[in-house]
């Protein structure tokens, strides 16, 4: 994974405390963990590109601990491991560390805004497999069509409905903005415009949020567009943060494996 050295380095010399302290890996990562907070917080508020000032964040462990209360997590864990089906190893930067948080961000921002068990599901499969089409990791405006093309025989039991606004979003999720939506209609009709919309939105402030793992410093906000999607910004620092230390937790955090 890609991340600014100088902060890795931070992160581990703030807390006082060394992995050779620890008995295991996990105990050294719950710890680090809960030194979290105050460094991330503070690094966020200096960066220069992060314009907009919110006086709430969502901290990753906090959102983890309510989203596991909630009933609708065990489909969250479903639809994660359904993503054993790819290979995702020949892409380091597009792989399956970055599509389980774009897919993890969607699912916290779904029950954030509180929408319904469809919406929700469309919103997580948009984060994990808006990236199948890649054949590479550098830049490709083709492989959002590429992965829409993918996506019926995946998951027939969609209905036309939802499988069009699926396609539409994932399609249209690597142009830069402005864009044209009306890209949307090769999959949809005009019925289905403010669902399409959401779902579109919702993955690309997802995708953008982890842009943090290609360099902190250079972060910018520009693509997040509404107030749940910026709270997410201290959440998505957190995860590229710890994750980046110890790649073994998306096991135990997003497989329960």
Not at 3 to 14: A, M, Q, T, V
Not at 16 to 44: H, L, M, P, Q, W
Not at 180 to 193: A, F, G, H, Q, V
């Amino acid at each position: 994974m890609i991340y600014d050295k100088k902060h890795i380095e931070l992160f581990e010399g703030s807390f006082g405390i060394k992995e050779s302290d620890f008995a295991s890996e996990n105990e050294y990562a719950s710890a680090v963990c809960e030194r979290t907070v105050g460094f991330s917080r503070a690094v966020i508020d200096g960066l220069p590109n992060v314009k907009t000032e919110i006086d709430e964040m969502y901290e990753l462990f906090a959102l983890l601990k309510e989203l596991k209360s909630d009933e609708r997590w065990g489909l969250f864990v479903k639809w994660i491991r359904e993503t054993d089906r790819f290979d995702f190893s020949m892409h380091p930067v597009h792989g399956f560390p970055h599509t389980a948080r774009c897919g993890f961000y969607q699912f916290a921002m779904g029950i954030k805004l509180g929408v319904d068990e469809k919406t929700l599901r469309l919103m997580v499969l948009a984060g994990l497999y808006h990236d199948i089409g890649r054949t590479d990791d550098e830049f490709d405006v083709v492989h959002g069509r590429a992965a829409a093309l993918m996506l019926p025989s995946l998951f027939p039991e969609l209905s036309k409905d939802e499988l069009s606004i699926l396609q539409a979003a994932v399609h249209t999720h690597c142009f830069p903005e402005p864009y044209d939506e009306s890209m949307w209609y090769e999959y949809i009709d005009n019925r289905l415009t403010d669902e399409c919309r959401f779902v579109a939105e919702s993955l690309r402030a997802a995708d953008s949020l982890d842009y943090m793992r290609l360099g902190i410093s250079g972060y910018d906000d520009k693509y997040l567009h509404s107030d749940t999607a910026r709270k997410m910004i201290l959440c998505a620092f957190e995860a590229n943060l710890l994750f980046a230390k110890f790649p073994e937790i998306y096991k135990k955090v997003f497989l329960q494996r």
